[in-house]
Nanobody
Framework: QVQLVESGGGLVQAGGSLRLSCAASGRTASNYAMGWFRQAPGKEREFVAAIRWNGDSTYYADSVKGRFTISRDNAKNTVYLQTNSLKPEDTAVYYC???????????????WGQGTQVTVSS
């Protein structure tokens, strides 16, 4: 079992930045690939970014490429999402996930955090 707790969300003006964190607990948490997803009101949850268990490979949705950066510190069992140049359309609840990264794709397991709200004002 893996438990995930997100933090770092908030209200920011367009063009601003936030650093989201996801603290993972569980004996084998560092063995998993990790991903970030987001869900805006009235919309489906969508993939944002993923990183392999050892951090040597990352994968981004086209909508955030060049603006967001995913990273991890396995010594701290923590995954980060640095969000820059934020836009109002980035407003959503951001969720952390543990899963599988293979063949350039991320496959989420049913391990989710409670989410952290990001609101970008125009």
């Amino acid at each position: 079992q893996v438990q995930l707790v997100e933090s770092g969300g908030g209200l920011v003006q367009a063009g601003g930045s936030l650093r989201l964190s996801c603290a993972a607990s569980g004996r084998t948490a560092s063995n998993y690939a990790m991903g970030w997803f987001r869900q805006a009101p009235g919309k489906e949850r969508e993939f944002v970014a993923a990183i392999r268990w050892n951090g040597d490979s990352t994968y981004y949705a086209d909508s955030v490429k060049g603006r967001f950066t995913i990273s991890r510190d396995n010594a701290k069992n923590t995954v980060y999402l640095q969000t820059n140049s934020l836009k109002p359309e980035d407003t959503a609840v951001y969720y952390c996930n543990a899963g599988l990264y293979t063949g350039g794709h991320y496959y989420p397991y049913n391990y989710w955090g409670q989410g952290t709200q990001v609101t970008v004002s125009s």
